[in-house]
């Protein structure tokens, strides 16, 4: 009797470049833009990271799954990747205290992956060409039919995708009687963000991403806090016409990630699409007040234009930048209670060198807090 040949998977780059492998996860097809992470840890943060929302997310490391899933170590409530692509897709795994293995992870989660692919060419592949779209399948090998899956797929230059994973109703987090409470624009908020700034003595109130400033206000925050998120920052009219009323409000505000990418535009700033974007757990970035250098989480597929920066000299400045290509990581108002940061200092995965920040922000908010303002 001839053996039935092994099922086959194959992922379909928008330029034609085809790779081969075999399925993983849920059976079907899905598309998205194409990325990669460096990370040698931390897979199961990133799938549920809200601000890969729409991407296709290729793993560098050789083995995921090794160490299982627990469904505790999560940034939001459900895998927010729209595929996965891997070289070896580890089913057994070590650790005792996992709740499941990764492929039955993917199928509750109902996520269509990829494994046994070359994900060093891959990457190699990606960082010469850049980032496009991608589809993956487990149902068909017809590249022509695939193709015309993908030329209906839209870019993710100029799409908005943070109130697709905000939240819709608002919610709090932290003690009620903490002695400061923040304000959370969620442009696609992990929960570690969250879990920094709470453990920090924060209350929070946490509000969908297209809630108009005023009904911010009347909460009477003592600051305000922009997320992280998906998307292209240019596509979020709502956000940059929060952000121009929070800054003119005068109360601190910090922001990561698209938040950051918010407040620059807020500040006249441009930003733009990055040739493939920087995502990965070893990015080191220099300090431009302190003269040090951190090594970072980072998760972004657009950047802040630094000529812009030097255009708004007057009202904008650079805090930080990176070591591999001086790109821009950071800045400050130079006339609001503002910074910001490109990268992720809750660092979940990733090293907790620049956690500091969070402690910088609440330094901001104690100076200019009413001492006799009480939590309501």
């Not at 990325?35 to 929302?53: A, H, K, L, R, V």
């Not at 009219?237 to 003119?248: N, P, R, T």
Request: aromatic fraction near 8%; proline fraction near 5%; charged fraction near 20%.
């Amino acid at each position: 009797m001839t053996p039935s040949p092994a099922p086959r998977a194959v992922l379909l780059l928008q330029d034609g470049t085809a790779f081969y492998g075999r399925p993983a996860g849920k059976i079907g097809t899905t598309l998205g833009e194409i990325c990669f992470n460096t990370g040698m840890t931390g897979y199961q943060e990133i799938f549920t990271d809200p601000s890969y929302f729409g991407q296709i997310m290729v793993m560098t490391n050789v083995h995921i799954g090794n160490y299982g899933i627990k469904l505790s170590e999560v940034e939001s409530d459900h895998i927010k990747i729209s595929g996965l692509v891997t070289r070896d897709f580890t089913v057994a795994y070590s650790r005792q205290v996992a709740d499941m293995d990764i492929q039955a992870y993917l199928e509750k989660e109902e996520l269509v992956g990829i494994t046994g692919v070359d994900t060093r060419a891959l990457v190699r592949h990606i960082r010469s060409k850049g980032a496009m779209n991608a589809v993956i399948s487990s149902e068909t090998t017809d590249l022509e039919v695939l193709a015309q899956r993908l030329a209906d797929a839209p870019s993710m230059e100029g799409l908005e995708l943070a109130s697709r994973v905000s939240t819709t109703e608002p919610y709090f987090l932290g003690e009620p009687d903490a002695p400061v409470k923040v304000a959370v624009l969620d442009y696609g908020v992990k929960k570690s963000i969250l879990a920094n700034l709470t453990d920090r003595g924060c209350y929070l109130k946490v509000f969908p991403s297209t809630t108009d400033f005023q009904a911010i206000a009347e909460w009477q925050p003592d600051a305000f806090f922009l997320s992280n998120g998906p998307g292209d920052p240019a596509a979020m009219d709502y956000a940059l016409d929060q952000a121009k009323a929070i800054l003119a409000d005068g109360r601190p505000v910090f922001g990561i990630c698209l938040g950051h990418q918010v407040l620059a535009r807020a500040l006249g700033v441009k930003t733009y699409k990055m040739h493939h974007g920087h995502r990965g757990i070893n990015h080191p970035v220099l300090n431009l007040d302190t003269g040090l250098s951190e090594i970072t989480s980072q998760n972004h597929g657009f950047g802040v234009d630094p000529e812009s920066i030097k255009e708004h000299s007057d009202a904008v400045m650079a805090t930080h930048v990176n070591l591999n290509d001086g790109t821009v990581e950071g800045l400050k108002a130079l006339h609001y209670n503002a910074f910001s940061v490109q990268y992720h200092p809750e660092a979940s995965p990733g090293p907790h060198d620049s956690r500091y920040l969070f402690d910088q922000f609440l330094e901001r908010i104690y100076q200019t807090k009413p001492a006799e303002s009480a939590v309501s």
